[in-house]
């Protein structure tokens, strides 16, 4: 487990903040916005998932850019925004799988990767036929606040260290 521990603290570079967006009402349109605020123990600010006290692990959600090319080919060639895929999110430059069980900053909030954000019925409802199918896989991963702080379109997404969760998927060979 040490070899993967060591793995997974091992990245070339930092991602970047693409795109950021939540909806203030549930199934209500996502919004995009430049910045946002992410409170500690609850989520994105205005959110209507952003709840004091709920102690969810999905309190952000977060997708990687390279994936919407991939969900779009899927779809035989159908635009998909990030509006239509309800994440909180997009990143870029960094392997989001690879943060699932890592503590990461944004901005200057910290946050922990709580686990997989698979796709949601609206998918077949937003994309159309096959988008929850295209979606699968694709989703990106959910993430706990672990201190509150702001952050910006173009900030850098710095992973912090591997959190010791089970489930880490490898093996030393």
């Not at 203030?24 to 995009?32: D, E, F, I, L």
């Not at 992410?38 to 004091?52: A, M, N, T, W």
């Not at 890592?102 to 698979?118: N, V």
């Not at 036929?129 to 850098?156: C, K, N, P, Q, R």
Request: net charge negative; with cysteine; glycine share 16%.
């Amino acid at each position: 487990m040490e070899i993967m521990k060591r793995l997974l603290n091992t990245h070339s570079v930092n991602g970047r903040v693409d795109w950021i967006g939540f909806a203030n009402a549930p199934r209500g349109p996502v919004v995009s916005q430049s910045s946002a605020t992410l409170i500690q123990g609850s989520g994105v600010e205005g959110d209507h998932h952003c709840r004091p006290g709920r102690g969810s692990k999905r309190q952000v959600t977060l997708i990687q850019a390279e994936h919407l090319s991939v969900v779009m080919t899927l779809l035989d060639g159908i635009d998909v925004s990030p509006e239509q895929l309800r994440r909180n999110i997009v990143v870029s430059g960094i392997n989001l799988a690879s943060l699932r069980h890592q503590r990461f900053r944004i901005g200057t909030a910290t946050l922990r990767g709580s686990g997989g954000c698979p796709p949601c019925s609206r998918m077949e409802e937003n994309l159309g036929v096959g988008g929850y199918a295209a979606m699968l896989g694709h989703g990106g991963i959910t993430a706990i606040v672990e201190e509150s702080g702001t952050f910006s379109l173009g900030d850098a997404v710095e992973p912090l260290g591997y959190t010791g969760l089970a489930g880490v998927e490898g093996e030393d060979c």
